[in-house]
Nanobody, 122 residues
Framework: VQLQASGGGLVQAGGSLRLSCTDS????????MGWFRQAPGKEREFVAA????????YYADSVKGRFTISRDNAKNTVYLQMNSLKPEDTAVYYC????????????????WGQGTLVTVSS
């Protein structure tokens, strides 16, 4: 598993971004995927997760109703659609993969991408 995240950038509050995370390996559909984020000076925190088939999703309370996680196994890609962005969403966003079911627990993920920076201006 080799994960490459992209799609970050600078956006005004209330705007939208879509993050992508692509796996260059051949076993993407075997893995549950998660998105986490880390703001300066803070711990890395859970954002959203999706099961291998896409049938199960979990969200942090702080993003529920604004963010949507999805995946396309044919493209080895997981997405995070972020709407109604707030300045407090500013962080480096990481995608991660695990061999079990979708999880909000950071330590349960085996593989991590390099992160993509999202900056939301007020």
């Amino acid at each position: 598993v080799q994960l490459q995240a992209s799609g970050g950038g600078l956006v005004q509050a209330g705007g939208s971004l879509r993050l992508s995370c692509t796996d260059s390996g051949r076993t993407f559909s075997n893995y549950a995927m998660g998105w986490f984020r880390q703001a300066p000076g803070k711990e890395r925190e859970f954002v959203a997760a999706i099961g291998w088939s896409g049938g199960t999703t979990y969200y942090a309370d702080s993003v529920k109703g604004r963010f949507t996680i999805s995946r396309d196994n044919a493209k080895n890609t997981v997405y995070l659609q972020m709407n109604s962005l707030k300045p407090e969403d500013t962080a480096v966003y990481y995608c991660a993969a695990r061999g079990g079911g979708a999880s909000a627990r950071r330590y349960e993920y085996d593989y991590w991408g390099q992160g993509t920076l999202v900056t939301v201006s007020s």
